[in-house]
């Protein structure tokens, strides 16, 4: 199993950024796929997840309304496009096959940075 995310960077607060996530070793249509991500200091946040079929996403309190998950099946890719960013999203972020906070495994992350 492989997870490579992308797309991560320095934006400033407002901005915008679309995250990438390709897998690789499984059956990626089969499986839910979560983003999670971990700031400074603090422990793993779950963010978001989809269902196997796309038909289901749940979202974090703190990113609704700001953040969408969604997949390409044909492309093995897991994609969360995050708007109207605010200095508390600045973490590195993951995704995971699985569902919650200790969805498993993760990949090796990538690091969004949102500041002035």
């Known amino acids: 199993v492989q997870l490579v995310e992308s797309g991560g960077g320095l934006v400033q607060p407002g901005g915008s950024l679309r995250l990438s996530c390709t897998a690789s070793g499984f059956a990626f249509n089969l499986f839910y796929m979560s983003w999670v991500r971990q700031a400074p200091g603090k422990g793993i946040e779950w963010v978001s997840d989809?269902?196997?079929?796309?038909?289901?996403?749940s979202y974090a309190d703190s990113v609704k309304g700001r953040f969408t998950i969604s997949r390409d099946d044909a492309a093995n890719t897991l994609y969360l496009q995050m708007d109207n960013l605010r200095s508390e999203d600045t973490a590195l972020y993951f995704c995971?096959?699985?569902?919650?906070?200790?969805?498993?495994?993760r990949g090796r992350g990538t690091q969004v940075t949102v500041s002035s």
């Open positions: 995971a096959r699985g569902t919650g906070k200790d969805a498993s495994p």
């Open positions: 989809i269902s196997w079929d796309a038909l289901k996403t």
